[in-house]
């Protein structure tokens, strides 16, 4: 297994675009969680699924942000009409029911100019 | 709420030992969790406490007092690759982990 796998690694869009991003988690994994992550700061929880369930979502998701995880494998992360706060590295993580061992992929880091 | 607390910075000679503290509070406590960070890089898992302790795994231990609401990370026989950020983090409520902002630490020469 190769791990936790994110894509695009960078992405660099203006304000008020629409940008998605894909995560792809450990094959056995069946919890999935997204987190934000800026400079000098720990990671920010966002979001989790357990399989295709979204359990959890953080008061920082506004209703500009969404997450899928159809399949309960892969998931996206959508933020629509960016703006400049939301530049940040966007990090997504897995792991089984045991869920105190998440393992990260590499993130996606947001540039909005 | 989730409140937890470290150190901004430190600096340690490479050979020596460190201690990273970490103090937490929470209503309900599920354990207690050490990440490792390098710059530009995702975390990695260190540790977890569940019970009141010292566990040692190589060069590193963390420790835990449940009714002090505190954590040490110890690092023994510092090494320059051992500079990074290290992340302590809890569980609340239905949040899988809440991070702290990290201890950034400098090993020099």
């Known amino acids: 297994d190769t791990g936790v796998s994110q894509d695009p690694r960078h992405k660099i869009t203006k304000r008020g675009q629409n940008v998605t991003f894909r995560c792809d988690p450990i094959?056995?994994?069946?919890?999935l969680y997204w987190y934000r992550q800026t400079l000098g700061q720990g990671p920010e929880f966002l979001t989790y699924?357990?399989?295709?369930?979204?359990?959890?979502k953080s008061r920082l998701l506004s209703d500009r942000f969404s997450a899928e995880r159809p399949k309960g494998s892969f998931s996206t992360l959508e933020i629509q009409r960016t703006e400049q706060g939301d530049s940040a590295m966007y990090l997504c993580?897995?792991?089984?029911?045991?869920?105190?061992?998440?393992?990260f992929g590499p993130g996606t880091r947001l540039t909005v100019t | 709420g989730q409140n937890i607390d470290q150190p901004t910075e430190m600096t340690a000679t490479e050979g020596a030992i460190v201690q990273i503290n970490c103090t937490y509070q929470?209503?309900?406590?599920?354990?207690l969790f050490w990440y490792q960070q390098h710059a530009g890089e995702a975390p990695t898992f260190l540790s977890y406490?569940?019970?009141?302790g010292l566990e040692e795994k190589g060069r590193f231990s963390s420790f835990l007092s449940r009714s002090k609401g505190y954590s040490y990370l110890l690092l023994k026989e510092l090494q320059m690759k051992d500079s990074a950020s290290y992340l302590c983090?809890?569980?609340?409520?239905?949040?899988?982990?809440?991070f702290g902002k990290g201890t950034r630490l400098s090993v020099i020469a």
């Open positions: 993580a897995s792991s089984d029911d045991r869920y105190y061992e998440q393992y």
């Open positions: 094959s056995e994994h069946n919890r």
């Open positions: 699924f357990q399989n295709e369930a979204q359990l959890e």
């Open positions: 929470t209503s309900g406590f599920n354990g």
């Open positions: 406490n569940v019970l009141d």
């Open positions: 983090a809890v569980p609340s409520g239905n949040t899988p982990l809440v």
